[in-house]
């Protein structure tokens, strides 16, 4: 089954033909050929992705994403730790919320929606808060496609010894990193965005020896990081509970389609080599992107709305989705803007034909 439109926007994504098709056939969870020969390569493969270093072990998670970012604050902090987090758009602030939740004691520092951290105050907030243990910053801010300066906030982070929680969640697959060398101690990541399968599962890919002493402080059943990982180590691969497993197959797909584009490496440059023909195919038809470039990912980037009178964000999406693209609104609290995602399985020539529907778009909405 063909798709009728495109999914411009950051998960759930376009994905192949072959990675859906692979969900058509019903799987044991107490078989090896689910357990040892999918879910156990999985695990594998993403650790083998994410770090060339050793001591790096990998655990799946049922939900979406923000799950395995539940999971993983609630199962790696004490009752007594505390949390700086970065927040510079929704899922910094998502994180903060998550502490709140959890009854865990957390310092926020927020540049606001369309700037960087300042590391300084970074630096100050952990000198001057000795009860902080641990640091948590998004990779990707969704939010607006900010890229944040990960390599300075971490190191800083561990020349004072703190532990470092990623949610890399936008950016894992599509962004070459070794989270080894960086220094991240939890890297959270989910199904069905830059490795490009369908929602379902989250993963975190962690220090083992970190993990291990996560045993026990979980807050919640469902969302043991811990016992999840423990379950998987101890059982070939399986799951606690229900698992996904037609998402889980579809990623297993996913994860081969990957290699044979030629790894992170070439998606990354699929995605940048997108982002940049959106830039500037928009900039020509007149818009102008949100944030300064030199912050631009190439994961998802936001628009300034047209300021004519006529143009409306809803109308403006229809006209779009009938001639087979769906667009993101925006998500910034003080601009108005809507956005465009690259990741998925999308091309560049998609991009230059979205253009051209962007351009008859606007000229539909403008003589409307
Ligand atoms: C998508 C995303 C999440 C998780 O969102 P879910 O809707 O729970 O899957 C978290 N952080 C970032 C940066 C994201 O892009």
């Given amino acids: 089954m063909r798709n009728e439109y495109l999914l411009l926007t950051p998960g759930p994504l376009s994905t192949t033909e072959s990675v859906r098709s692979a969900m058509l056939k019903d799987w044991c969870t107490w078989d090896d050929d689910y357990n040892k020969e999918i879910v156990e390569v999985i695990r594998s493969k993403l650790t083998k992705l994410a770090t060339e270093q050793s001591g790096y072990t990998s655990v799946l998670m049922q939900g979406s994403g923000t799950a395995s970012v539940e999971a993983t604050i609630g199962s790696a902090m004490k009752s007594d730790d505390k949390l700086l ?96 060398e960086l220094g991240i101690d939890f890297m959270i990541s989910s199904a069905n965005k830059c ?40 059982n070939y691969g399986k799951w606690r509970f229900t698992s996904p497993t037609h998402t889980v197959r579809a990623f297993y797909q996913a994860l081969l389609e990957l290699e044979l584009e030629g790894g992170i490496t070439a998606r990354h440059l699929r995605y940048t080599t997108n982002q940049k023909a959106l830039v ?17 990912s190439p994961i998802i980037t936001s628009f300034y709305s047209p300021t004519h009178s006529d143009y409306q964000f809803k109308e403006f ?52």
């Fill in 85 to 180: 987090v970065v927040d510079n758009g929704a899922y910094g602030a998502r994180i903060a919320q998550i502490a709140e939740y959890l009854n865990i004691e957390c310092c926020v520092v927020s540049p606001g929606e369309t700037a960087q951290p300042s590391l300084d105050e970074i630096q100050d907030a952990l000198i001057n808060d000795k009860a902080i243990t641990h640091v948590a910053i998004v990779h990707c801010e969704t939010t607006t496609g900010m890229l944040n300066p990960i390599q300075d906030v971490i190191s800083l982070a561990k020349s004072h010894d703190k532990i470092v929680i990623l949610d890399a969640m936008s950016s894992f697959g599509g962004i070459p990193m070794d989270i080894g």
């Fill in 195 to 234: 490795i490009q399968g369908v929602p379902g599962f989250g993963f975190v890919i962690a220090k083992q020896t970190e993990l291990e002493k996560c045993q026990g402080r979980a807050h919640s059943l469902s969302l043991d990081l811990y016992d999840q990982w423990h379950c998987m180590e101890a």
């Fill in 317 to 368: 999406y229809l006209h779009l989705k009938e001639q087979g693209f769906v667009i993101y609104p925006g998500k910034v609290s003080n601009a108005d803007c809507f956005r465009i995602g690259n990741i998925g399985d999308v091309n560049p020539d998609d991009i230059e034909r979205l253009i051209i529907a962007i351009e008859k778009a606007m000229y539909w909405e403008m003589a409307a």
């Fill in 280 to 296: 500037a195919g928009m900039k020509k038809l007149g818009f102008t992107p949100l944030l300064d470039e030199s912050l631009h």
